[in-house]
T-cell receptor, first 112, second 113 residues
Framework: EDQVTQSPEALRLQEGESSSLNCSYT??????LFWYRQDPGKGPEFLFT???AGEEKEKERLKATLTKKESFLHITAPKPEDSATYLC?????????????FGKGTRLSVIA | DGGITQSPKYLFRKEGQNVTLSCEQN?????MYWYRQDPGQGLRLIYY???????QKGDIAEGYSVSREKKESFPLTVTSAQKNPTAFYLC????????????FGNGTRLTVT
C-alpha cells in the first residue's frame, strides 16, 4: 500500500528564515510525486511534479527535490504570503491511472 | 478560463437526508475524483472515474454514491448511511494516462446536524 508521511505537522518561521519541509514515501513504482499548496477554505493548488530521483524544480522561493525515499520542499527567505498548508502526494503503480495518495500536510506560518 | 466549479460552497442538512454535491469541469479532462478532507486527516479518496459511465470506489466509499453521465460532470451524493458526513469535500480532475497533476475545485463544506 502506498504511503506518504509529511513532517513537521506545523512550522512557524520568521520572515526571511529559510527552512525545509519533508515528504517521506513508500510506493510500488513511483510514477510521480506532487506538491500542492492549500490556503484555508480553498482547494489545493498544484506546484510541482517530480518523476525521478535527483530531479529538482523551482518556482519563486520554493524548490522541490526528490530522492528514492523522500522529497523536500525548500523555502528560501519566506514571506508572510507563503503561509499555507503544503501537501505532498504520490502516484504509484505503472498500471492505469492510479489515484494520488496524499500526506496530511505541513501547516506553514511565516511571521513578519 | 478553464477550471473546476463546485457548488454550493456551504451546505447545511439535517441528519437522515441525502444531499448531492455538484462538480463541473471545462478542462476536457477524462478523469475526475472526489476527496474528503477532515482536520488532521489529510485528503481521503471517496470515488474516482476515468471515463464516462464508469467509476471506482476509493478508500472511504461507504455511504456515498456517484454518477458520470457526462464528461464534464461528476456529482457526489452523500447518503443517510454515511455516519460522519460533516466535512470539506473536494472535487478534482486530471488528464488520462497517469503522471498528470490533479486540478482541484474550491470545495464544498457540508455540515449535517
Amino acid at each position: 500500500e502506498d504511503q506518504v508521511t509529511q513532517s513537521p505537522e506545523a512550522l512557524r518561521l520568521q520572515e526571511g528564515e529559510s527552512s525545509s519541509l519533508n515528504c517521506s514515501y513508500t510506493v510500488s513504482g513511483l510514477r510521480g510525486l506532487f506538491w500542492y499548496r492549500q490556503d484555508p477554505g480553498k482547494g489545493p493548488e498544484f506546484l510541482f511534479t517530480l518523476y525521478s530521483a535527483g530531479e529538482e524544480k523551482e518556482k519563486e522561493r520554493l524548490k522541490a527535490t526528490l530522492t528514492k525515499k523522500e522529497s523536500f520542499l525548500h523555502i528560501t527567505a519566506p514571506k508572510p504570503e507563503d503561509s499555507a498548508t503544503y501537501l505532498c502526494a504520490v502516484q504509484g503503480d505503472f498500471s492505469g491511472n492510479t489515484p494520488l495518495v496524499f500526506g496530511k500536510g505541513t501547516r506553514l506560518s511565516v511571521i513578519a | 478560463d478553464g477550471g473546476i466549479t463546485q457548488s454550493p460552497k456551504y451546505l447545511f442538512r439535517k441528519e437522515g437526508q441525502n444531499v448531492t454535491l455538484s462538480c463541473e469541469q471545462n478542462l476536457n479532462h477524462d478523469a475526475m475524483y472526489w476527496y474528503r478532507q477532515d482536520p488532521g486527516q489529510g485528503l481521503r479518496l471517496i470515488y474516482y472515474s476515468q471515463i464516462v459511465n464508469d467509476f471506482q470506489k476509493g478508500d472511504i466509499a461507504e455511504g456515498y454514491s456517484v454518477s458520470r453521465e457526462k464528461k464534464e460532470s461528476f456529482p457526489l451524493t452523500v447518503t443517510s448511511a454515511q455516519k460522519n458526513p460533516t466535512a470539506f469535500y473536494l472535487c478534482a480532475s486530471s488528464m488520462a494516462g497517469g503522471n498528470s497533476p490533479l486540478h482541484f475545485g474550491n470545495g464544498t463544506r457540508l455540515t449535517v446536524t
